[in-house]
């Protein structure tokens, strides 16, 4: 069968594609995912999102060593499922800056401003149900009082507009289980009979024909097949497996594809360029209190969820987001505090050893790039993902992330947290100048996993993909997902990313007219 689009990977953005193009109940459309169904209990119970770590449900990269970071490398979970990175995440809901979106209007995303994309933003208000964490730990509360009395509050939401402050974080949670946009739009999109998905399948290259897409040649449950796409093909892989997947296919820096011995379709030198993250350095306080989610999964609670879908495993874990700007001259936060009423050890790798609270301290507007690239061009090797944490050359970065973990500590100390906090024990109180400081902070930062931008929009000379999505240099070719972000938006993505891929389906719905 000739499909009229194949969307790749059925993440966030691709969820979104498959509903919307497929709507009309006309448009044959093909979702190819390289993950399965989303059976995985921990899937559904949001404190679980961390069991699924590490597990058939994660692609489990790691990044090459950190110059920036004493060489270590650094664990990178994505969604490897229906649902994508969607059906692992913290579930946290939020637009987006205003200054984010005049930021990638002024990088050359033209149309990308807060006045155009806010009244999408708001119009998926309803459709990506979320609210207010009713099950956040008392403790969650506290330190939105102590971040309020260190930062301000600019309003009783950081959804809508300019914010800096902090609140309780908004989540899609629906009767204490995730409600992800899988659940939301692809789950009833599934019913159409004129959308076909495909799980376990991964695309290994596009096929070209004379400068236009026309399929896909893929590889998984059903062998090694190709399908064909009359209209285009749309790619929703993420911003580590989109720009690996162009690469392959011939799209990208002339001179490297040939080293890799891969025959160049399209020169297009910002493929895999330009990768941000927010990096995050978690502060952890000793406490108190002897209800944490140390104790999360004990029979009381087990219970509580199975009968009840409340207590401690109906909430999202990072309960608490706060947003601050390290410099009072600037327009927007630069730095966010999330608060996790747990020990957070090892990337939540490791369970909780001690009731403690943890103050992620992360920078939301770095500096630094790194990178997506290839080491062949096998798709079977893990392609090099280059953070760049602390590369940028002013230190900048390094700056503001002493910024940040001074201003975590300052909301520790303030009333009414600091009544339940008995000691900090990382980065640890030894850690009290500059440069020691900065050496535990490189011993155990992370990103939040929000890795965007390297398939970013910009014109043929500074990107990838013009504004209305579609790849310079190759026909019929569109990208919808986080990479296209010509810069990462201050905070959680995952809305922005669903907002981004809810136009890609306008403008390739006004190319078919
Ligand atoms: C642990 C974690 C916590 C997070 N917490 C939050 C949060 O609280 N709030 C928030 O806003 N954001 C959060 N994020 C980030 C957010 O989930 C992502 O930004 C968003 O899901 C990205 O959407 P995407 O469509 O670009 O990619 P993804 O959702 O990652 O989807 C890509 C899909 O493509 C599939 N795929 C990849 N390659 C291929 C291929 N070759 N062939 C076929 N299929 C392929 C993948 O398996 C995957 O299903 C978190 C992410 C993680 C991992």
Redesign the pocket.
């Known amino acids: 069968m000739i499909n009229d689009y194949i969307i790749?990977?059925?993440?966030?953005?691709?969820c979104m594609l498959a509903d919307r193009l497929s709507a009309n109940g006309k448009n044959r459309v093909l979702l190819?995912?390289?993950?399965g169904k989303p059976r995985n209990p921990f899937i559904h119970i949001p404190a679980g999102?961390?069991k699924?770590?590490k597990s058939s449900s994660d692609?489990n990269y790691d990044s090459t060593p950190q110059c920036g970071t004493s060489q270590r490398t650094i664990y990178i979970?994505?969604?490897?499922?229906?649902?994508?990175?969607?059906n692992?995440?913290?579930?946290?809901?939020?637009w987006g800056h205003p200054a984010d979106f005049e930021e990638w209007v002024n990088s050359g995303a033209t149309g990308w401003g807060w006045d155009s994309v806010s009244p999408i933003l708001r119009k998926l208000e309803t459709e990506l149900e979320h609210d207010v964490n009713p099950n956040a730990h008392s403790a969650a509360s506290d330190f939105v009082d102590a971040a309020r009395a260190v930062i301000g509050n600019s309003g009783s939401t950081y959804n809508g507009g300019d914010y800096e402050g902090a609140w309780i974080?908004q989540?899609n949670i629906r009767k204490g289980k995730r409600h992800s946009i899988f659940h939301s739009h692809l789950k009833p999109a599934l019913k159409r009979q004129n959308l076909v998905t495909l799980t376990h399948?991964?695309?290994?290259t596009l096929i070209i024909e004379q400068g236009k897409a026309v399929g896909v040649i893929?590889n998984g449950a059903q062998g090694r097949i190709s399908a064909l796409a009359r209209a285009g093909v749309i790619l929703?892989?993420?911003?580590?497996?989109?720009p690996?997947?162009l690469l392959r296919s011939g799209i990208g820096d002339g001179e490297t594809l040939q080293k890799l011995g891969i025959e160049v379709e399209c020169v297009s030198p910002h493929v895999g360029q330009h990768l941000q993250d927010h990096p995050m350095a978690v502060t952890v306080f000793a406490t108190n209190h002897a209800d944490t989610y140390k104790t999360a999964e004990s029979p009381k609670n087990l219970f509580k969820y199975i009968f009840t879908k409340t207590g401690p495993l109906a909430s999202?874990a990072?309960e608490a987001i706060a947003f601050a700007r390290s410099s009072p001259t600037l327009n927007a936060p630069d730095i966010e505090l999330i608060f996790a009423p747990f020990e957070w050890r090892e990337q939540a790798l490791q369970p909780p050893a001690i009731h403690g609270f943890s103050i992620g301290a992360g920078l939301i507007a770095p500096a630094s790039r790194g990178s997506v690239s290839l080491v062949t061009r096998h798709?079977q090797v893990q392609p090099k993902i280059d953070l760049g944490l602390f590369t940028d050359r002013e230190g900048h970065d390094r700056k503001t992330m002493l910024a940040a973990v001074l201003l975590a500590r300052k909301v520790a100390a303030q009333s009414p947290l600091n009544a339940h906090i008995e000691g900090e024990l990382s980065p640890g109180e030894r850690a009290n100048d500059y440069d020691a400081l900065f050496t535990e902070i490189c011993r155990n930062v992370q990103t939040?996993?929000?890795?965007?931008g390297t398939c970013r929009i910009g014109d043929a000379t500074q990107g990838v993909i013009s504004s209305k999505l579609k790849v310079h240099g190759c026909d019929k070719l569109w990208i919808a997902?986080?990479?296209v972000m010509p810069r990462l938006v201050r905070?959680?993505?995952?809305?922005?990313?669903a907002m981004i891929?809810a136009r890609a389906a306008e403008f390739i719905s006004d190319e078919a007219r």
């Open positions: 790749v990977g059925a993440g966030t953005a691709g190819v995912e390289a993950g999102f961390a699924l770590f692609w979970p994505r969604g490897k499922m229906l649902g994508g990175s969607a692992m995440n913290a579930l946290i809901h939020q974080a989540c399948m991964a695309v290994e893929m929703a892989a993420g911003a580590i497996e989109t690996a997947l999202n990072a798709v939040i996993y929000h890795p965007a997902d986080a990479s905070g959680h993505p995952n809305a922005a990313v891929a």
